[in-house]
């Protein structure tokens, strides 16, 4: 059964910092593009970064570049997400999802507050 | 553009034909792809590549493209459909390889 777990999410100040961890199972993890997407409370789906199967090739969303950056370890089935300087339109759930041209795979999503 | 565009809302009756509309430029060389989403749930892939359905995914979900336009049909709409449903494609933009729509808020009458 594959499963994407979300976490490290938690209330944060403004112009903090936070790094978001995805656990993979059940699939080849090192195949697979990887994504973070996001949910700002009662609204829609943001896309926000991708990431190759071998990190070669890495894209941002304008609204998290040089702020975010994603990055993943094969060798523990992990995708990360360190996010700087946090603002408040930051808060979201934040996904994890598998694949490159469609996502088939989703966590349940970690929340991110954040708030002084 | 890099921006697709959904309806806010659709509703159906029971058992009744709906389409979902998704919108872009993008969509005229990357296939949309659908998610299903229930309040306080992640995401579920329902269409791929323009009308593939994922293991589980009933039948009465299809999908298709006409020019910059996707459609989402359901067929005979049950009330477990009731759910925000979002697009999403590639994007030829190198700045911004993937964009999702606004998502619309289906409800079963």
């Known amino acids: 059964e594959v499963q994407l777990v979300e976490s490290g999410g938690g209330l944060v100040k403004p112009g903090g910092s936070l790094r978001l961890s995805c656990a993979a199972s059940?699939?080849?993890?090192?195949?697979?593009?990887m994504n973070w997407v996001r949910q700002t409370p009662g609204k829609g789906l943001e896309w926000l970064s991708s990431i190759s199967s071998s990190s070669t090739y890495i894209f941002y969303a304008d609204s998290v570049k040089g702020r975010f950056t994603i990055s993943r370890d094969n060798a523990k089935n992990s995708l990360y997400l360190q996010m700087n300087n946090l603002r408040a339109e930051d808060t979201a759930v934040y996904f994890c999802a598998s694949g490159y041209d469609y996502f088939d795979y989703w966590g349940q999503g970690t929340l991110l507050p954040v708030s002084s | 553009s890099s921006e697709l565009t959904q309806d806010p809302a659709v509703s159906v009756a029971l058992g009744q034909t709906v389409r979902i509309t998704c919108q872009g430029d993008?969509?005229?060389?990357?296939?949309a792809s659908w998610y299903q989403q229930k309040p306080g749930q992640a995401p579920v892939l329902v269409i791929y590549a323009k009308n593939n359905r994922p293991s589980g995914i009933p039948d009465r979900f299809s999908g298709s493209t006409s020019g910059n336009t996707a459609s989402l049909t359901i067929t005979g709409a049950q009330a477990e459909d009731e759910a925000d449903y979002y697009c999403?494609?590639?994007?030829?933009?190198?700045?911004?390889?993937?964009?999702f729509g606004g998502g619309t808020k289906l409800t079963v009458l």
């Open positions: 059940g699939f080849i993890f090192s195949a697979y593009t």
């Open positions: 993008s969509l005229r060389s990357s296939y």
């Open positions: 999403n494609s590639r994007d030829s933009s190198a700045y911004r390889p993937v964009v």
